[in-house]
């Protein structure tokens, strides 16, 4: 039983490029949870997403950030037009019901250049 | 969200009992009280959580004080991968989806 699959690991993007980050939840997993950890820092909510939808989107900033959790395949992190603030580890967690703990992945490092 | 307090670092030796302190005196009824620890490169993990009794897994034991208002994670006997970051985080599930909010925590320290 795998656990939460975050890909790449490693993400390098130049400034004004696009950043995609993959995350496929544990097995019956339904709930799923993204994290930014900038260096040196704790970790930020940003999104709670179920199938199809956006639960919680407080913690995500306002413009080029966006996510998805599509009914088929993984949920997406979509960074646009990115910049070297974005530059941290992203990481995502699933749930299997919402007030059950969480799994994490293992994250995937963003580094704008 | 009420606010837990933690000291910023702690060192052990290994194979000694580690006792992280957690405060949250604004605790509610209905708060439980999660752990979950990262280690270095990595996410965080699930240790432990209760809502007023101690508790114990093949982690760690959990203490929590008979007013809440403070707990204790114990690792009985600390081994060199217990070295990472250590997180309290109260969660109130009574209402609904309830974010889990991650403070700074308790940066342990294992010598060999």
């Not at chain 2, 004080?65 to 217990?82: G, Q, V, Y």
Request: hydrophobic fraction near 30%.
């Amino acid at each position: 039983n795998a656990g939460v699959m975050q890909n790449p690991r490693h993400l390098v993007r130049r400034r004004g490029q696009e950043a995609r980050l993959r995350c496929s939840p544990m097995k019956g997993h339904s709930h799923v949870y993204w994290y930014r950890q900038l260096p040196e820092e704790g970790l930020k909510f940003m999104v709670y997403l179920q199938k199809e939808n956006i639960i919680d989107e407080s913690g995500m900033p306002k413009e080029r950030f966006s996510a998805e959790f599509p009914k088929e395949g993984p949920s997406i992190l979509r960074i646009q037009q990115v910049v070297r603030g974005d530059s941290a580890a992203y990481f995502c967690a699933s749930s299997l019901l919402e007030d059950y703990g969480y799994t994490f992945g293992s994250g995937t490092r963003l580094t704008v250049v | 969200d009420a606010k837990t307090t933690q000291p910023n670092s702690m060192e052990s030796n290994e194979e000694e009992p580690v006792h992280l302190p957690c405060n949250h005196s604004t605790i509610s009824g209905t708060d439980y009280i999660h752990w979950y620890r990262q280690l270095p490169s990595q996410g965080p993990e699930y240790v432990i959580h209760g809502l007023t009794s101690n508790v114990n897994n093949r982690m760690a034991s959990l203490a929590i004080a008979e007013d809440r208002k403070s707990s204790t994670l114990i690792l009985h006997r600390a081994t060199l991968r217990d070295a990472a970051v250590y997180y309290c985080i109260l969660r109130d599930t009574s209402t609904g989806f309830q974010k889990l909010v991650f403070g700074t925590g308790t940066r342990l320290l294992v010598s060999p």
